[in-house]
């Protein structure tokens, strides 16, 4: 067993040169360099139910360890170290958390209890864990392929490869969303941003599914972030989009919100291009939809007034902002009964007032539409929970 600093340095080290392959080995090695009996790091599957062990290349696959009912659950739904004595050793289970995106958990079985500093060990491994995963991913396959317990198909690929983390948090603003279904989902898409003080996030929902809708979605979203880039107000944005929407995809279209909120003022400036209100909760309370929509779908406002309405709304600190696609809300029972807005603000409100993270209310909110569907969404379903808490607050 070697003291904490030169455990992190020789991990800092060996990651120079590893692929993503190597991070089995790199976890297991800096667990037995901390006198840890195992390391193990863990990940997320896409659709937030189950963690996966991360195995060394031709190793069999590890049993699956389930999100809700378990210390690994908890560690990953609260951000915080879990720790348990079963079977005469200490289990240690430490999220994996790269800022805000949530990627799993780490593992550890040691012989004695662990004390503070050994926890905190833990959990500087876990932080720097995190870190290399995200950088690492992007030069194999191997963690998409652990995180995946189904195949996904291409239209799903198409979108997944184009959008941001699924969470984000700032010192004033936290941005989540969830995508269902995730191994298949089409024309659903979600974009944010953070500059200069001022967060810019959309949400699209493209007519149609599969490859033509993700195509259309693709397009919308990159057309977006190039107006963005290139420093477009909202409505110029919108008309730079609902333009390349026309010429590229002449049969098509989508629904979307743009949206700017300035963190520093509270005031939220937005365009609904035939898209569902955006949901304003205060004190855990709906207040009510913002208005919807202004502006017609994109491809399609060219044929009326291309000038779309700018609205602007001003938060309080600890507001929140529920984006959502019409397959949230349109979500049936077998007989008939949509989930519908109502239950969705119910849902948001009452998961906020028990304190889960943005994070972990969408996941527990899209399983609560899965359920209510019977897992088997008749449309692609996306949600984002936007919450504004500045620090001068």
């Not at 967060?199 to 972030?225: C, E, K, P």
């Not at 949901?279 to 939809?289: G, Q």
């Not at 409100?349 to 539409?369: F, K, N, P, Q, Y």
Request: charge should be negative.
């Amino acid at each position: 067993m070697i003291a904490l600093p030169e455990a992190v340095q020789r991990l800092a080290d060996a990651v120079h040169r590893a692929g993503p392959d190597d991070l089995a080995s790199l976890a297991s090695q800096v667990g037995a360099d901390l006198g840890a009996l195992g390391m193990t790091v863990y990940l997320v599957d896409y659709a937030q139910t189950a963690f996966t062990p991360f195995a060394p290349p031709g190793a069999p696959p590890g049993e699956l360890v389930a999100i809700d009912g378990t210390l690994a659950g908890q560690s990953y739904g609260t951000g915080t170290i879990q720790h348990a004595a079963i079977g005469g050793v200490y289990h240690v289970w430490a999220p994996l958390i790269d800022g805000a995106e949530r990627l799993g958990v780490l593992y550890t079985v040691t012989a004695a209890a662990p004390d503070a500093a050994a926890l905190t060990a833990y959990g500087t491994v876990a932080a720097l864990l995190a870190e290399i995963l995200v950088t690492r991913r992007r030069y194999g396959d191997a963690i998409e392929r652990t995180r995946r317990r189904l195949p996904m198909q291409l239209a799903a690929e198409i979108i997944w490869t184009q959008l941001p983390p699924l969470t984000f948090a700032s010192r004033d603003v936290a941005v989540s969303a969830v995508l269902e279904p995730c191994y298949d989902v089409g024309g659903d898409a979600f974009d944010y941003a953070i500059n200069d003080g001022i967060l810019h996030v959309a949400m699209f929902d493209a007519v149609g599914h599969g490859i033509a809708a993700s195509a259309t979605t693709s397009l919308a979203l990159n057309a977006y972030r190039n107006a963005r880039r290139v420093g477009l107000d909202l409505a110029d944005t919108y008309r730079s989009i609902d333009k390349w929407v026309a010429v590229q995809h002449p049969d098509s279209f989508l629904t979307a919100l743009l949206g700017e909120l300035d963190t520093r003022t509270g005031v939220y400036r937005r365009i609904s291009a035939g898209h569902p209100g955006e949901l304003l909760l205060r004190d855990d309370v709906l207040v009510h939809p913002l208005p919807a929509p202004t502006a017609m779908p994109l491809g399609l406002g060219q044929l009326t007034d291309p000038i779309p309405d700018v609205t602007e709304t001003v938060l309080r600190p600890g507001d929140n902002l529920l984006l959502y696609t019409d397959g949230v809300i349109e979500a049936r029972t077998a007989s008939g009964e949509f989930f519908g807005i109502e239950r969705l603000a119910a849902f948001v409100a009452r998961a906020l007032a028990d304190h889960h993270s943005t994070a972990e209310t969408m996941r527990r909110l899209v399983h609560a539409i899965l359920e209510h569907q019977h897992e088997q969404l008749q449309d692609d379903a996306t949600a984002a929970l936007l919450t504004f808490r500045p620090a001068a607050a």
